[in-house]
């Protein structure tokens, strides 16, 4: 039988190959074009390209670190994305919703990377999994993403074709958030003004939207940042609010599927009962978790086993 610690040196070891390996994956990708170098050389491996549509999806999640307290790991999910007619959303759910005649975006085959990393360390892990997937082959892509101005501005500068779109929860929940804290929390008149200012927002109305929010006295000190930024937010991201367009033409408007890599990829593993992570040992575990929950794992273990000789 194999020990526990034993157990623990393997994969630690393996976890520290496959962040090399990526790191050097990462650094190659993102270098200058070399003399002699042709359009169109690949300098990472395809891993499961995506030939349609596809998705990014950037964000963060806290983890616990020794000596430094909690740091961010950044988090991007790619994903294949399937669209399918309106009929095909009643065989899932019966009932009226207000994306009942929408087409069906649905998004599987998700792949991750994550680590400790600042934004422009991201950024070059961001595009080395873009070469991975393929996009830069020329097939539609969105990036649905929070609102977050880094996340925006790597994800431009690394795939500028992507049409940026502010997840639909983060929108909402900020004039929820709005009404609750001038109207009342939860009251009649809370309720009444958000659910007009969601329907107009669902329909593309973002002008109407700021505007309403401009009728209302926001700059007092009781008011959380959330709120008094209300207007702001909503005004600077219309060109990525275009609901309406975004339903007609079948992008998904959810950032879903790295929220919930955030949890399946970071949290689970990393966020156990304990003492925190050293740096080094944190970021062997994230390269291995992000390949584990890409169903990479196994060419990936096969593939650093000569480093291990």
């Known amino acids: 039988m194999i020990s526990a610690d034993s ?25 200058p074009a070399q003399k002699g170098e042709g359009p169109g050389v690949s300098r990472v491996t395809a891993i499961a390209p995506i030939a349609g549509q596809a998705n990014i999806s950037t964000d963060g999640a806290m983890v616990l670190i020794r000596g430094e307290g909690w740091k961010e790991v950044k988090l991007v999910a790619i994903s294949e994305v399937q ?6 959303r009643g065989e899932l759910r019966g009932g009226e919703s207000r994306r009942s005649q929408d ?9 991750y990377q994550a680590g400790v990393w600042d934004a422009d360390t991201m950024a070059v892990y ?25 996340i925006e501005r790597i994800t431009l500068t690394n795939f500028p074709q992507a049409v940026q779109i502010v997840d639909w929860s983060h929108a909402s929940g900020r004039l929820w958030a709005v009404a609750n804290a001038v109207l009342g929390d939860q009251t009649p008149e809370a309720k009444q003004w958000a ?23 926001l700059d007092q000190d009781r008011y959380a940042d959330l709120v008094r930024q209300a207007p702001g937010y909503f005004e600077s991201n219309q060109a990525r609010m275009a609901y309406d367009y975004f339903r007609a033409e079948g992008y998904p408007i959810g950032s879903g599927t ?52």
């Open 7 to 31: 157990i623990r040196r393997i994969t630690e070891g393996w976890g520290e190959r496959m962040a090399a390996q990526r790191q050097a994956e990462a650094e190659r990708a993102n270098a």
């Open 83 to 88: 669209v399918q007619p309106a009929e095909a």
């Open 103 to 111: 087409l069906l975006v649905t998004l599987h085959t998700h792949s």
């Open 126 to 150: 961001q595009y080395a999994e873009g070469l991975r997937r393929g996009l830069t082959e020329g097939q539609r892509l969105s990036s649905v993403n929070d609102g977050a101005p880094w």
């Open 195 to 217: 659910h007009g200012q969601l329907d107009r927002l669902w329909q593309g109305g973002v002008a109407e939207v700021v505007a309403a929010l401009g009728g209302l006295n």
């Open 258 to 309: 790295v929220e919930s890599g955030a949890n399946t990829v970071v949290h689970g593993r990393m966020r156990r009962p304990g003492r925190g992570w050293q740096r080094d040992n944190g970021q062997a575990m994230l390269a291995g978790l992000s390949e584990l929950h890409s169903g990479r794992f196994e060419p990936a273990w096969q593939d650093t086993l000569p480093l291990a000789a």
